[in-house]
């Protein structure tokens, strides 16, 4: 099956640092979603990218698709400890009858003051 | 109203109970997942249901059985676990299977099998 690989696994960074997390595919994706997921809590939709190249931004969040279509990033400017938690990606496939996304392997990101 | 709820938030059953996780949107979704998810680990997909039919059953075993009684409902049975069940069951709907669309997770039961 489709193997995900995000690195770092983890990083602690001060507030006020920046942060970035890398995607990387074996094969060529149609699309990909990024999730966060905080403590104790559940995945939380960032985004999605579809198109080769493309880049998105959510204030202080940057999102890229690699050309190839087979990696992408987050990163995050001047991280607050809002930012806790972990990122996933996840690209999203289709079978004909359903979609299905399949996980990264995640970014713990830690920010203290 | 943007959210999925799961019920219960904990459980704790034996080997030998038989119970069930149960999750419900009310946002006209019609693909519903249930997902797997160990302790630092990614969310592992089990099933997928789209217009209350299985679409997706990822190779799990049979003592776990999906349910979707209606577009709104998605039941997952529980019976014979072991401890290497235990875990956080999360449940999430999309809007459709069409594409590959934004997926809303409930809050997740936390499942201890003793």
């Known amino acids: 099956g489709q193997q995900v690989m995000q690195i770092p696994q983890y990083q602690h960074v001060q507030e006020g640092e920046d942060f970035t997390t890398y995607c990387n595919s074996s094969?060529?994706?149609?699309?990909i979603q990024w999730y966060k997921q905080r403590p104790g809590g559940h995945p939380v939709f960032l985004i999605q990218?579809?198109?080769?190249?493309e880049v998105k931004k959510q204030k202080r969040l940057t999102f890229q698709f690699g050309e190839a279509k087979k990696n992408s990033s987050l990163h995050i400017t001047a991280t607050q400890t809002t930012d806790v938690g972990t990122y996933f990606c996840?690209?999203?496939?289709?079978?004909?009858?359903?979609?299905?996304?399949?996980f990264g392997t995640g970014t713990r990101l830690q920010v203290t003051l | 109203d943007t959210e999925v709820t799961q019920t219960p938030k904990h459980l704790v059953m034996g080997m030998t109970n038989k119970k069930s996780l149960k999750c419900e949107q009310h946002?006209?979704?019609?693909?519903m997942y249930w997902y797997k998810q160990k302790a630092k680990k990614p969310p592992e997909l089990m099933f997928v249901y789209s217009y209350e039919k299985l679409s997706i059953n990822e190779s799990v075993p049979s003592r776990f059985s999906p349910e979707c009684p209606n577009s709104s409902l998605l039941n997952l049975h529980l019976h014979a676990l072991q401890p290497e069940d235990s875990a956080l069951y999360l449940c999430?709907?999309?809007?459709?299977?069409?594409?590959?669309?934004?997926?809303?997770f409930g809050p997740g039961t936390r499942l201890t099998v003793l």
């Open positions: 946002m006209g979704h019609r693909a």
């Open positions: 999430a709907s999309s809007l459709w299977t069409a594409s590959t669309d934004t997926q809303y």
């Open positions: 990218l579809v198109k080769s190249g």
């Open positions: 996840a690209p999203g496939d289709h079978t004909g009858t359903a979609s299905k996304l399949t």
């Open positions: 094969t060529t994706l149609s699309n």
